[in-house]
């Protein structure tokens, strides 16, 4: 049985940094079938996004980007035009408190890219991580979404 390609969109704007990213996923066994696609602004992300987010399996997403205001301004810029999207934060800069504010406003992981090159693992299981997150909220969020709405329907109808 042939395995599921995974599209993975990368947002970096370093050069560098995205072709170490690159090849570690690359060189990475657990890796092998994920295909990237790589923007190296917000404005590039949003326009491929916008019509193909449904496509997109997750985002690799630098939190400083130039066309960005700040960190919590990348993620919510992402999280408008792919709101179903697993998200992996990348950043050079090891801030805990951010870490942990954006994991709770739903990004699917947070990895250091110093941490990359020291441990190329890392990356690949923070996406995994991600995707089997995402599969699990959606599997107990989608029926509870389903009862909320039939309900909406009813209390409408009732009134």
Do not use: W
Not at 132 to 150: F, K, M, S
Request: net charge negative; aromatic share 6%.
């Amino acid at each position: 049985m042939p395995e599921l390609t995974r599209k993975i969109v990368l947002i970096e704007d370093s050069e560098t940094d995205s072709f170490v990213i690159k090849r570690v996923i690359r060189e990475n066994p657990c890796a092998k079938s994920y295909k990237i696609l790589s923007f190296d602004s917000m404005s590039q992300a949003r326009e491929y996004l916008s019509l193909h987010a449904e496509e997109v399996d997750a985002i690799l997403l630098d939190l400083h980007l130039p066309d960005t205001v700040d960190a919590y301004d990348t993620y919510a810029q992402v999280r408008d035009f792919a709101p179903d999207t697993p998200i992996v934060a990348l950043t050079s800069c090891n801030n805990y408190g951010l870490a942990m504010d954006l994991v709770r406003d739903g990004v699917g992981d947070y990895v250091s890219k110093s941490h990359i090159l020291k441990n190329p693992d890392l990356l690949c299981r923070a996406i995994d991580f991600a995707l089997c997150r995402h599969v699990q909220n959606r599997a107990v969020l989608g029926p509870l979404n389903e009862e909320l709405e039939a309900r909406v329907q009813l209390l409408s109808q009732m009134v």
